[in-house]
């Protein structure tokens, strides 16, 4: 019996039906598939432990330290105010920044007197009135065994007793000149206001010992920022030739002040250079 037109609609719409949920099943597996392969599986664990987070602790303040230092320019002398620094190779010093410099004090070995008024200056007992001061300062090896620390010590606290309208500059030595903030070389005479001794501070213990002891180049720098006090600090012996530049380039009258550290190597010249520009030469013991 041949079928119907009724027969064969029933027939088309039946597979057509059939053909199209065929078709929605392969595109809902897929999309899944799609997803599955691009979206990100996270997985956590809310009981997880968070780790240790360690407790800030703010730097010192060393504004505020400079503010009870004694300095005159931001307040009242305190005599017993220690000061701790991390020096070169972890050492330790203890800086009595209002103590005195003579008998007693952490440059014990010249003459007493308290360090600072708006013009005074000193290093290690030797003083001088001036509104700009240059330290010229040995750091060679036979500076090691404590005496280069020494010298920081007195170096730093000299600084700190500076008036904010004196100016000042920092020179080491070994075989050659070590500048003020060297790699990043200060080009003049600074301020001592609180901010920059805070930074030389930290320039100062960073500081290390290295080899040779010639002060000429040292010398030549400091004179031609042309300051009115010059503290020479040195333990061993060195050219006669620094004798006779100081006295060449030292135009504008200068006074050099002269140290000898622990050793007499050097006094003679010391005491010669100290003579020719109106200075003060120091045996320091």
Not at 161 to 189: E, G, N, R, W
Request: charged share 20%.
């Amino acid at each position: 019996m041949t079928p119907t037109w009724a027969d064969q609609w029933r027939a088309w719409g039946s597979s057509l039906i059939l053909h199209i949920a065929l078709l929605l099943s392969l595109t809902a597996v897929a999309w899944q598939h799609h997803e599955d392969e691009w979206l990100p599986v996270i997985q956590a664990r809310i009981d997880d432990p968070q780790p240790a987070v360690e407790p800030f602790t703010p730097p010192v303040n060393l504004v505020e330290f400079l503010s009870q230092s004694g300095s005159p320019a931001v307040g009242p002398v305190t005599d017993d105010l220690l000061v701790s620094a991390p020096l070169a190779a972890g050492i330790q010093m203890n800086v009595a920044v209002g103590a005195s410099s003579g008998q007693g004090g952490v440059g014990a070995g010249g003459e007493g007197g308290k360090i600072g008024s708006e013009s005074g200056v000193g290093f290690f007992g030797t003083r001088g009135s001036a509104n700009s001061v240059v330290f010229v300062v040995d750091m060679s090896g036979s500076m090691e065994n404590g005496r280069f620390v020494r010298a920081q010590q007195e170096l730093i606290r000299s600084i700190h007793k500076l008036h904010v309208t004196q100016k000042f500059y920092v020179i080491f030595f070994t075989s050659k000149a070590v500048p003020m903030f060297f790699p990043s070389t200060a080009a003049d005479l600074v301020a001592a206001t609180p901010m920059m001794k805070r930074k030389v501070t930290r320039w100062i213990t960073e500081r290390t010992t290295g080899r040779g002891t010639d002060p000429e180049d040292a010398l030549v720098l400091a004179l031609s920022l042309k300051p009115e006090v010059i503290f020479f600090l040195t333990d061993g012996e060195f050219s006669e030739r620094c004798r006779e530049i100081v006295k060449e380039k030292n135009t504008f009258g200068a006074v050099v002040n002269t140290i000898a550290l622990q050793s007499r190597e050097g006094v003679p010249l010391l005491q010669e250079i100290a003579s020719d520009n109106k200075g003060t030469f120091l045996f320091v013991k």
